[in-house]
Structures are given as C-alpha cells and as structure tokens.
C-alpha cells in the first residue's frame, strides 16, 4: 500500500506541476524504489521521473538579490555551466549575479546602455555591446563599442578591453568562442566576426533596397548563420535564409 501511495503522489506532482516540484517528485520515486516488494515496476518509476527533464517548471526558483528592475534590462546572459547571470541595462549597470546564492559578485557603470551581451564558453570573459558618448564642443556624440570584462582566479570580475564597434548589432555565443553581428551599409552585408581572437567567419549579403535582417541566428559550430527578410518573422510573408559561411553559398 506504501508502494502504490508513492506511485500516485508522483504521479500527481508531476500532472499539477506545481513551481520546483522536480526535488518532491524524484523524492518520491526513490522512497518507492526503495521498498522491497513484488509490485515494484522500475520503467513505471522511469516514466513518472522523465516528466520533469526538460521541464522548466520544474527547477527550483533562483531569487536574487537586489536585481536590476524589469522595465531597465536590455539583455541578460547565463554562462554555459549555468553559475553565473549578467545583467545589462537601459541606464548603463552591468550586475553580475550567482545562480547558487543569487547574489550580487560585480557591478559596474558606463555613460549608456548595455546590450546585447554574451559569455565565452569557459564562462571567464563576457562582452559586451555598449552606447559610449563623447563630450564635444558640439555637444554630445555617441559611439557604439564593444566592451570585455574578464574574471580573475579569485571569481572578481573587472573591464580589460573596450574597442569602438559600428554597426554592432548582435553578439552570439559558440563553441569557438563569442561572434559579432556586425552590419555594414556600405558593402550591403552583415559580417560575422569572432570577437576574440579577430576572425572574420563569413558574410551575409543584403539584397539592394532591402533593410538589413533585424534577427539573426548561428550554429553552434558557426558553419551556419539564418536571418531573417522580414522586419518580423512573426509577420505573415517573413522569411528565413540560410546560409553555409564556409561555401558564403545560401542554402
């Protein structure tokens, strides 16, 4: 009876899948492993634990401390391992966070808005797109840069780089390492540059009297790259082009 009351409150955690229920949910299972008795049925168990992988729901919320508002967050990036959150805002805070504790490791300011942004694959640098402005005798000018903050052995996070970046529209995270989106109007085209080290992957033309994609996507592996035609490919007619940066042929 102890068995099959196990079975049915798994079973019941995973159908209303209240917030977090994974940690009750494998609880459960393992007590009714456990029990020696003839009714036991090991790929019933494996079933009922397979509900909640891939369930995101599932997790344990992370609540942190003190984040950044909501309305203020242009980007956020997690580190592949999953330990490490960066905020980037409107007003020019970049907050790095722990996933563990969720607190506050680093903060740091600049005169404009940061966004988009993108850890490397061991997690130790991040970058960053950032709106700088210059003080002139004219006014105001601003510029559009690319920053990198790096993590030092202690887990202390400080800026190393910044380098003036035009047409910086997307940064992309892959297994080489993190890639710029770069717009160029005078060429019709988009390249694709590995940040660190300099490594143009490819180009992506842009046909004449169309708008440069406003979305863009790249494998993991960076042989392809996808941009969409459309001003949203949520919008009736939008279309996606894939194209092969090894060949620079569209598939």
Not at 105 to 110: L, Y
Request: glycine letters at 10%.
């Amino acid at each position: 009876q102890l068995y099959d009351s196990l079975v049915r409150e798994a079973h019941s955690i995973g159908i209303i899948r209240p917030l977090g229920y994974r940690r009750e949910l494998i609880k459960r299972v393992r007590e009714a492993l456990a029990i020696p008795t003839p009714k036991k049925n090991l790929d019933l168990l494996r079933s009922e634990l397979a509900q909640c992988l891939g369930d995101a729901l599932s997790l344990t919320p992370v609540s942190l401390v003190g984040p950044p508002a909501p309305a203020s967050i242009l980007d956020f990036a997690l580190d592949e391992a999953g330990h490490q959150v960066a905020f980037g805002t409107k007003d020019g805070i970049l907050a790095f966070y722990e996933t563990t504790t969720g607190t506050c490791i680093a903060r740091f300011t600049n005169s404009g808005p940061i966004g988009p942004l993108a850890f490397s694959p061991d997690g130790r640098a991040l970058f960053g797109s950032a709106q700088l402005h210059n003080d002139t005798p004219g006014g105001t000018a601003w510029r559009l840069s690319l920053i990198e903050w790096q993590r030092a052995k202690d887990g202390s996070w400080s800026q190393r780089t910044e380098r003036p970046m035009p047409g910086l529209q997307d940064l992309i995270p892959t297994e080489g390492g993190v890639v710029a989106a770069i717009n160029d109007p005078s060429h019709r085209e988009r390249r694709l540059l590995e940040v660190a080290p300099d490594r143009l992957l490819g180009r992506v033309p842009t046909p004449s009297g169309e708008a440069f994609p406003s979305t863009i996507g790249l494998s993991f592996n960076q042989r392809l790259a996808a941009v969409s035609s459309g001003d949203e490919t949520s919008r009736a007619g939008a279309a996606v082009d894939v194209w092969d940066l090894v060949t620079q042929q569209r598939r």
